[in-house]
């Protein structure tokens, strides 16, 4: 039999319907396998998709096919080896059946997973279906930008400390020159005419004296002109604009007492992975500190965070003071955008919950940007 293989490239989203038709209904199969490569992931592996494998049995789908019709006898050949009631033991496995053990055989033949790929939007979509958000208010996630003031002209209003007096004196004799500029022009010719006059031996009089109304006049207007107004003040303008932030740190704390099982780790994990993705679109450069606690707290990597065995009773406190410490030693506030996210099951012991009342109202929440 002749197999085709269509390798052309899908355009114009030919296929986009037939994708979601059969994501929608291997839906649940799907989510199962999502499930399954969560705990194969890193919390920072976030920039990529998912390979997914369905067994073939549960993408197999009946089929309608037309039969013999009519009336028809069969006679179905007996056995001189078993009777109603016997047990039939189970064949030994044969190689080559698909089975993947035994020996190779030269018959039998099988059929692999069904495997594809998702996107890293179906990846995600997929991942965060069954959770939700509470009602956090939204200025807590907007995107965080930082601004730096820089130099953006001149103004013509502003305080007195940012009057410019050199660009507002070149402004007033500006201003000064145009508006006498015609009256110096006729100063300047009704002195030459006058100078004429008083050299002429006629008798000009009349005349001369008309010229020094006009002149005294002329310099009037023009010693009316002030020397500095409003309009010529001119104010340096300071504006901002924004830098995006560089560097982001966020702590991952983790009660690992006996109250916390698996099911509830894998929830943690999937808000871990659901913040640093938030973190990792609103920022360059983002660091995990991984904190776990029981009666104490040490900082971990990621593998250790999750699966480590050991346990134990609950003390909250010691993971807060860990986590003190190694903002005042390696991330100052005034350098680090803060994130810190806390996953337990609520308990912790009595005596211990005034002392992280303290160091949550004194001493972290005053320096992050985020707290769960």
Same mark, same amino acid.
């Given at each position: 039999?002749?197999?085709?293989?269509?390798?052309?490239?899908?355009?114009?989203?030919?296929?986009?319907?037939?994708?979601?038709?059969?994501?929608?209904? =291997?839906?649940?199969?799907?989510?199962?396998?999502?499930?399954?490569?969560?705990? /194969?992931?890193?919390?920072?592996?976030?920039?990529?998709?998912?390979?997914?494998?369905?067994?073939?049995?549960?993408?197999?789908?009946?089929?309608?096919?037309?039969?013999?019709?009519?009336?028809? @006898?069969?006679?179905?050949?007996?056995?001189?080896?078993? @009777?109603?009631?016997?047990?039939?033991?189970?064949?030994?496995?044969?190689?080559?059946?698909?089975?993947?053990?035994?020996?190779?055989?030269?018959?039998?033949?099988?059929?692999?997973?069904?495997?594809?790929?998702?996107?890293?939007?179906?990846?995600?979509?997929?991942?965060?279906?069954?959770?939700?958000?509470?009602?956090?208010?939204?200025?807590?996630?907007?995107?965080?930008? /930082? =601004?730096?003031?820089?130099?953006?002209?001149?103004?013509?209003?502003?305080?007195?400390?940012?009057?410019?007096?050199?660009?507002?004196?070149?402004?007033?004799?500006?201003?000064?020159?145009?508006?006498?500029?015609?009256?110096?022009?006729?100063?300047?010719?009704?002195?030459?005419?006058?100078?004429?006059?008083?050299?002429?031996?006629?008798?000009?009089?009349?005349?001369?004296?008309?010229?020094?109304?006009?002149?005294?006049?002329?310099?009037?207007?023009?010693?009316?002109?002030?020397?500095?107004?409003?309009?010529?003040?001119?104010?340096?303008? =300071?504006?901002?604009?924004?830098?995006?932030?560089?560097?982001?740190?966020?702590?991952?704390?983790?009660?690992?007492?006996?109250?916390?099982?698996?099911?509830?780790?894998?929830?943690?994990?999937?808000?871990?992975?659901?913040?640093?993705?938030?973190?990792?679109?609103?920022?360059?450069?983002?660091?995990?500190? =991984?904190?776990?606690?029981?009666?104490?707290?040490?900082?971990?990597?990621?593998?250790?965070?999750?699966?480590?065995?050991?346990?134990?009773?609950?003390?909250?406190?010691?993971?807060?003071?860990?986590?003190?410490?190694?903002?005042?030693?390696?991330? /100052?506030?005034?350098?680090?955008?803060?994130?810190?996210?806390?996953?337990?099951?609520?308990?912790?012991?009595?005596?211990?919950?005034?002392?992280?009342?303290?160091?949550?109202?004194?001493?972290?929440?005053?320096?992050?940007?985020?707290?769960?």
């Amino acid at each position: 039999m002749a197999h085709f293989i269509d390798r052309r490239l899908n355009s114009k989203g030919k296929s986009t319907l037939n994708r979601q038709r059969f994501l929608k209904r =291997y839906k649940q199969q799907i989510k199962r396998a999502v499930s399954d490569a969560v705990g /194969q992931r890193s919390v920072t592996d976030v920039e990529s998709g998912e390979h997914i494998s369905i067994p073939k049995q549960d993408i197999s789908e009946p089929l309608f096919h037309t039969g013999k019709g009519g009336k028809r @006898t069969v006679v179905h050949p007996g056995n001189d080896q078993f @009777t109603a009631g016997d047990r039939i033991d189970r064949p030994p496995p044969q190689g080559g059946q698909g089975s993947g053990q035994g020996d190779a055989g030269n018959s039998g033949e099988g059929e692999d997973d069904f495997t594809f790929s998702i996107s890293k939007d179906e990846y995600l979509d997929l991942l965060f279906e069954d959770l939700a958000l509470p009602n956090l208010k939204n200025s807590q996630f907007d995107q965080v930008v /930082q =601004y730096e003031t820089y130099r953006a002209g001149y103004q013509t209003d502003g305080v007195p400390t940012n009057l410019d007096i050199v660009r507002s004196l070149k402004g007033s004799m500006a201003r000064r020159v145009a508006l006498t500029a015609a009256d110096r022009r006729k100063l300047r010719e009704a002195e030459e005419e006058l100078e004429k006059l008083k050299a002429d031996k006629h008798d000009n009089t009349v005349a001369i004296i008309e010229l020094e109304k006009t002149i005294g006049a002329l310099k009037a207007k023009i010693a009316g002109v002030p020397f500095i107004d409003t309009f010529d003040l001119r104010f340096r303008n =300071y504006a901002k604009k924004p830098v995006p932030t560089s560097k982001a740190v966020m702590f991952c704390l983790m009660d690992v007492s006996g109250s916390m099982d698996q099911a509830t780790k894998d929830m943690a994990k999937r808000f871990y992975i659901l913040l640093y993705l938030f973190l990792s679109r609103t920022y360059k450069n983002v660091e995990v500190v =991984y904190i776990r606690h029981h009666t104490q707290a040490k900082e971990v990597d990621e593998q250790e965070f999750f699966y480590s065995q050991e346990t134990g009773g609950t003390i909250v406190s010691s993971a807060l003071k860990l986590m003190d410490e190694i903002i005042a030693e390696r991330y /100052q506030d005034s350098d680090w955008n803060i994130y810190a996210a806390q996953a337990s099951d609520g308990d912790n012991w009595a005596d211990d919950s005034p002392q992280c009342r303290e160091l949550l109202m004194k001493k972290l929440l005053p320096v992050t940007r985020y707290f769960a």
